[in-house]
């Protein structure tokens, strides 16, 4: 009997852990863009840090949202809009940015490792000119991103800012 407490005991501490929390909120506010320093007329693409094969597809809008995705390299992007629109329903794609001298900063959620909550990851991205970013990770690694004029953009609404 003493086993069958002690395993009891250890089962419910163990589904107390896995309490789901709350997700983390942003705290870039969200503003409007309506400046020269970056394109919002399309999409900046750039091989993924550390990657060889999936790109990073990143739309910025001028109501302040930040949406982007992963996908392997595409020539023509109205190909993989079923990625797009699957990519939208995920929180994890999506967050807002802001202009400050020349650099883009960036917030958006991620998943935390072992939990159902989101948490906030910030990027800073420095702007070369108005078609290219640069961004270079805690280990060095870098990526340069170039525009790729786009249009009809996936819409920014979502449900998630």
């Known amino acids: 009997m ?6 009891f ?31 919002i007329d399309g999409y900046y693409k750039g091989l993924g840090i550390a990657q060889k094969e999936y790109f990073d597809y990143i739309f910025f809008y001028n109501n302040g949202v930040y949406f982007s995705f992963e996908y392997t390299d595409v020539d023509n992007i109205n190909k993989i809009n079923d990625i797009i629109n699957h990519s939208r329903t995920s929180k994890q794609n999506w967050g807002v940015f802001q202009i400050s001298d020349t650099l883009v900063n960036i917030q958006r959620w ?21 078609t290219t970013l640069f961004y270079k990770d805690l280990s060095g690694d870098t ?7 786009f249009s009809p953009k996936p819409d920014s609404t979502n449900v998630f800012i």
Not at 11 to 38: A, H
């Open 2 to 7: 003493k086993k069958f407490t002690v395993f």
């Open 9 to 39: 005991l250890s089962f419910l501490l163990l589904q107390s852990c896995n309490e789901s929390l709350p997700d983390e909120d942003l705290s870039i506010k969200r503003i409007s863009y309506y400046g020269k320093d970056i394109r």
């Open 110 to 130: 991620t998943q935390n490792a072992g939990t159902t909550q989101n948490i906030v990851l910030h990027f800073r991205y420095v702007i070369i000119n108005d």
């Open 143 to 149: 990526t340069r991103y170039h525009f790729v004029k």
